[in-house]
């Protein structure tokens, strides 16, 4: 059942929500914000800023030298793809390792085109807003006046492209056919956004919920209102005026730049490669492009949206997308118009991360310093820890200025309504997705000194961060900078958290969602079912092997669980049993197969179904055992517990949607 959880985090969160995040339902990357100093708090001791070492290319290429390396033999990836830029000029671009381990092919920074998974998403707000500076659209309007298919209605809102920008459209989370390598099983744009539409979770504007689906529902109006394909607008519009010659959207690649187009690994002892890897919806994560192509877009627009005498946008439209668009605290980054802000060291970066199975990447841009950093490894050893990690010993190494906050003394009890459960709103509650629910969330402790602590958030080293109150509602983590700001509603109860990607907030779970309640409780029903199961067996087998030997009979007053009931035992154990074979299977597959996902899916949806049906006579006899005088307590316990194992299984079902529509997840 972890697995089944993996799956939801990999393709999901692990796959295309930014990286910078920390571990996938907690995106809490270690970014700052400007110091906050609060009357009557105490100043924590901090360590004097190293000296600042000179951003030259010399020194430069030396770090990157000696970190990139280090980090592919840590984290066994193939090659990877290095830019740095400062006020227009090019510092460092280098490829390291192999584009093609077989091959022994090297990574050429200005022709290996890596897949970069959500930095597509950037190019996919140009467009829209290339086509709104012509008039073409209204990024306020209703997204439905755009679309030959209707968004379903909700909440009494409808969703605007400036929703969709910044994430707040209020879409559940949808994985399925979202990706996968063999190009037979791809869809065209409109069939994909007509045939995976989530539900809506939340209204339009008001919480955030990072959405692959809504980036593509965008992209869709792009091919709409300019009536071309999508990756035809992109390349024509984009890509041909900036030079970008090794970019593509097409999937799979043209037969013209397939040679040049990165394997991706998982390992490099992998052979084959994971192959190319098809992500639906393409405006969403389908582009690959080479370093020295992303160079050419983040000199556009850092300069204005120009380009050697081409422009793409508007220098105002630029800067209305590098504007703040939604956040609750002025201490957090904002998400912009499409791009969202990374803090570090006082250094507010704007751009994107993209993850697929194999291909982790990053794209920053820093306007006041007017820096530029792009980097992007080939395989999936990569996934977390060495973004954060180059992105933190960058801005510490060449721009270390930065003020510790002042910690504020609070004591436990004054900070206990933090404590609980929660998990992100990128999620799916209404699908099959729901089952790994549980196993993403997160525990809010605060000990006896008042400090915080997360239980799946660690530091690059594996150790439990330790987070102190700076101000009202906003928590740092010590001797770094990564932060929470509570989110109350009007009685004063928390009820969500904001973090570092604005992308998503962390919620609060209810008692009766709490994965400790809900493990704990699935683990003592299934051990509960166990030995009725096992003592069905073992009657049987000595009734075939022994048929000479007189029947066994229960002792007076004792009674054998009877057959509604043990019914009920076997097909929740079997029910069981196709939970753990899916998790086997995704855990030996690169790739998740969605047809082989969705027979599983349907397997545990049926005998899910049989259990419930007759976990109702399970039911019945735990009531009637209690009305027959002639039975001993034993069996009467015997058959409740049997009852109430039954009893909370049949609600994890339905509850975490093992019962319902198969294709939907």
């Known amino acids: 059942m972890t697995r ?4 939801i985090l990999l393709l999901a969160l692990g796959l295309l929500l930014p990286a910078l995040a920390l571990p996938p339902q907690v995106p809490v990357p270690q970014k700052s914000a400007a110091p906050v100093t609060t009357a009557g708090s105490q100043q924590s001791s901090a360590t004097p800023p190293p000296s600042t070492h000179p951003l030259e290319k010399g020194d430069l290429e030396a770090f990157f030298d000696g970190l990139v390396p280090l980090q592919m033999e840590r984290s066994d990836v193939a090659g990877a793809t290095v830019l740095v830029m400062k006020d227009g000029a090019e510092l460092l671009k280098k490829g390291y390792g192999y584009s093609d381990i077989t091959k022994k092919s090297p990574v050429d920074p200005d022709t290996s085109m890596f897949r970069l998974a959500s930095i597509s998403k950037l190019f996919t707000w140009v467009s829209v807003m290339q086509l709104s500076e012509q008039g073409k659209l209204d990024i306020d309007a209703d997204v439905n006046k755009y679309l030959d298919f209707a968004i379903a209605p909700a909440f009494g809102k409808p969703i605007t492209l400036r929703h969709l920008m910044t994430h707040t459209g209020g879409f559940e989370e949808v994985l399925h056919d979202i990706i996968f390598v063999d190009p037979k099983k791809a869809h065209s744009l409109r069939d994909f956004m007509m045939q995976n539409q989530p539900r809506r979770m939340y209204p339009p504007g008001e919480i955030p919920a990072y959405s692959n689906y809504g980036v593509g529902l965008a992209g869709y109006i792009v091919e709409r209102v300019s009536a071309e394909p999508f990756e035809q607008y992109v390349s024509e519009h984009i890509f041909l005026p900036l030079g970008m010659k ?22 490099t002892t992998e052979k084959p490669a994971i192959g190319f890897e098809v992500f639906n919806p393409a405006p969403a994560g389908g582009i690959s492009s080479a370093a020295g192509d992303m160079e050419k877009f983040a ?46 060291n006082n250094l507010h970066f704007l751009g994107h991360d993209g993850d697929l199975i194999a291909f982790h990447s990053m794209f920053l841009l820093e306007p006041t310093q007017k820096l530029v950093i792009f980097v992007s490894y080939n395989s999936a050893g990569s996934a977390q820890r060495n973004r954060a990690e180059l992105l933190d010993g960058f801005a510490d190494r060449y721009f270390p200025a930065y003020t510790a906050p002042a910690f504020q003394t609070i004591s436990a009890e004054g900070q206990k309504d933090i404590a609980g459960n929660f998990q992100s709103t990128r999620r799916a509650d209404s699908t099959k997705l729901a089952i790994g629910n549980p196993a993403g969330q997160s525990i809010f402790s605060v000990d006896k000194e008042g400090v915080l602590t997360i239980d799946t958030v660690k530091d690059l080293r594996g150790h439990t961060r330790k987070w102190k109150p700076i101000g009202k509602d906003l928590w740092q983590v010590q001797d770094e900078q990564a932060r929470l700001f509570a989110i109350r509603d009007s009685s004063g109860k928390i009820v969500r958290l904001a973090v570092n990607f604005p992308g998503v907030q962390l919620e609060r779970v209810p008692w009766y969602e ?8 699935l683990a003592i029903s299934l051990l509960i079912l166990l030995p009725v199961v096992a003592a069905s067996l073992l009657r049987f087998f000595r009734r075939l092997l022994f048929r000479r030997r007189p029947p066994l009979k229960p002792q007076p007053g004792t009674l054998w669980v009877t057959l509604g009931p043990r019914l009920a035992a076997f097909t929740w154990i079997i029910v ?11 855990q030996s597959e690169a790739l998740p197969s969605f047809p082989v996902i969705q027979r599983y899916f349907s397997l545990i949806n049926w005998f899910s179904f049989l259990a419930v049906f007759f976990s109702i006579f399970a039911l019945v006899a735990g009531v009637r055992i209690w009305q027959r005088g002639d039975v001993r307590t034993i069996s009467r316990v015997k058959f409740s517990l049997v009852a109430t194992a039954c009893l909370f299984l049949t609600w994890y079902s339905i509850h975490w949607n093992l019962i319902g529509p198969i294709r939907r997840f």
């Open 576 to 586: 069981a049993i196709w939970l753990a074979a899916l998790a086997i299977n995704l």
């Open 4 to 7: 089944v959880s993996t799956l």
């Open 246 to 267: 090794h970019s593509s959207f097409s999937e799979p690649m043209t037969a013209e730049l397939a040679p040049y187009v990165s394997d991706g690994y998982r390992a």
């Open 514 to 521: 709490h994965k400790s309640f809900v493990g704990i409780s």
């Open 299 to 344: 000199l556009a627009l850092l300069n204005g949206g120009e380009l050697d005498g081409h422009r793409i946008l508007k220098t105002e439209t630029r800067d209305a997308m590098w504007t703040r668009q939604f956040g609750t605290s002025d201490s957090l980054p904002p998400q912009c118009m499409g791009f969202y802000q990374t803090w570090r």
